[in-house]
T-cell receptor, first 112, second 114 residues
Framework: NAGVMQNPRHLVRRRGQEARLRCSPM?????VYWYRQLPEEGLKFMVY????????ESGMPKERFSAEFPKEGPSILRIQQVVRGDSAAYFCASSPAGDTQYFGPGTRLTVL | QQQVKQSPQSLIVQKGGISIINCAYENTAFDYFPWYQQFPGKGPALLIAIRPDVSEKKEGRFTISFNKSAKQFSLHIMDSQPGDSATYFCAAAFNAGNNRKLIWGLGTSLAVNP
């Protein structure tokens, strides 16, 4: 059973561009979580999704950020018009609807 | 209060020593307490977890001690090794409506000196 897959692992964008981060959950997992982590800091919850539904987006910035988890395909975290402050590691985790979350390796976003 | 307070922020331990990381909470609705380990450049990985019906859980060199009345739980790493150097996060889960929600501590950076 493959683990949580995230791609790309590293993403460089210029200010104003769009960033798309993809997450494929573990097989059989229908719950996906996105987190942001700045260097030397903790995990900041962003959004929790189930297939085709956003369950909790209380940690998502109101503007420029969106997330989806379609019926088919990976979950996508989309950041429009990126700014330097968006530079961070973005982690995706999946769960089979229990308490344990399994994390992917992360996508490191650098905004120039 | 949906917070989990973790301490210390950083910890240095000699090889062979005991590393102790503490977490405290207020919300009595929390019913699952996992610890995650994160190495630099990697995603967090579940290390060990406990439910409040037991006071201690041990897996190898890692032990969770849980004090329900004090609303505290701690991670003990016995015979700490340089390979244990990582960031450790405690968390607590509860039912939020029809869903489960996980609240995270801010992490402890552990360095084990050889």
């Amino acid at each position: 059973n493959a683990g949580v897959m995230q791609n790309p692992r590293h993403l460089v964008r210029r200010r104003g561009q769009e960033a798309r981060l993809r997450c494929s959950p573990m097989k059989g997992h229908s719950h996906v979580y996105w987190y942001r982590q700045l260097p030397e800091e903790g995990l900041k919850f962003m959004v929790y999704l189930q297939k085709e539904n956003i369950i909790d987006e209380s940690g998502m910035p109101k503007e420029r950020f969106s997330a989806e988890f379609p019926k088919e395909g990976p979950s996508i975290l989309r950041i429009q018009q990126v700014v330097r402050g968006d530079s961070a590691a973005y982690f995706c985790a999946s769960s089979p609807a229990g308490d344990t979350q399994y994390f992917g390796p992360g996508t490191r976003l650098t905004v120039l | 209060q949906q917070q989990v307070k973790q301490s210390p922020q950083s910890l240095i331990v000699q090889k062979g020593g005991i590393s102790i990381i503490n977490c405290a909470y207020e919300n009595t609705a929390f019913d699952y307490f996992p610890w995650y380990q994160q190495f630099p450049g990697k995603g967090p990985a579940l290390l060990i977890a406990i439910r409040p019906d037991v006071s201690e859980k041990k897996e190898g060199r890692f032990t969770i001690s849980f004090n329900k009345s004090a609303k505290q739980f701690s991670l003990h790493i016995m015979d700490s090794q340089p390979g244990d150097s990582a960031t450790y996060f405690c968390a607590a889960a509860f039912n939020a409506g029809n869903n489960r929600k996980l609240i995270w501590g801010l992490g402890t950076s552990l360095a084990v000196n050889p």
